[in-house]
């Protein structure tokens, strides 16, 4: 009697998906090299997923939720502005030069050339930098309100600054610029915030 079929862990598919498509970009990422990645029949993945871009997007998806809410997390933390965007920056190298993960980061690297056949997945992920940008530029404008920034802080401009900054980092991470080059530039990169006392850091690491 042949024995029964190893059961489908959805889960794990899922998992292996989102690190081929971090590692290999949306369109660089075929249906013949999701099959051989998760070692499964089109038929099964189509089954469990729908289409190559439904599971594209559940990855990404899978990607905030997990590794890539570090900036959530780091705006969550209830720490002072400048602590906020030192974690944030911080975290995303960490994340971007683990060696065991793709480098970069994934809504970044995913999709940064997109044919015209695609263009509701570059508009989608687009759209989700351009959330981060507004969360980042919220932040910087409640602490002007607060009084934690000087009133003459320019955090539209200063929120597009680190936004391009911590694109930027992905891009250095995936080209094998080592962390720490990266986690001083970071330092470099915290002067850009203005300070009522002091230039010192907020907090010895």
């Not at 499964?40 to 997923?49: D, E, G, N, Q, W």
């Not at 933390?77 to 906020?84: D, K, L, Y």
């Not at 980061?105 to 695609?118: E, F, K, L, P, T």
Request: with cysteine.
């Amino acid at each position: 009697m042949a024995g029964r079929p190893r059961e489908f862990d959805r889960e794990l598919a899922l998992l292996k998906a989102r690190n081929l498509f971090w590692r290999q970009g949306y369109e660089g990422t075929s249906m013949s090299d999701l099959v051989a990645e998760l070692g499964i029949a089109s038929a099964r993945i189509y089954k469990a997923f729908g289409s190559k871009e439904q599971l594209f997007r559940e990855a990404i998806a899978d990607y905030e939720n997990r590794e890539g809410g570090f900036a959530d997390r780091a705006f969550a933390a209830g720490n002072s502005v400048r602590q906020a965007i030192e974690t944030l920056l911080m975290d995303a190298v960490h994340l971007y030069c683990q060696p065991d993960l793709p480098q970069g980061c994934m809504v970044v690297a995913s999709a940064a050339s997109v044919s015209a056949d695609n263009d509701d997945i570059k508009t989608w992920l687009a759209r989700h930098r351009l959330q981060r940008t507004q969360q980042i530029i919220d932040r910087l404008r409640q602490a002007v309100q607060s009084g934690e920034l000087p009133a003459t802080t320019d955090a539209d401009g200063l929120g597009d600054y680190f936004t391009a900054f911590l694109h930027g980092l992905s891009v250095q991470a995936r080209d094998g610029v080592a962390q720490s080059r990266l986690l001083a530039a970071v330092n470099v990169a915290l002067t850009a915030l203005p300070f009522f006392d002091s230039p010192e850091p907020n907090h010895a690491d």
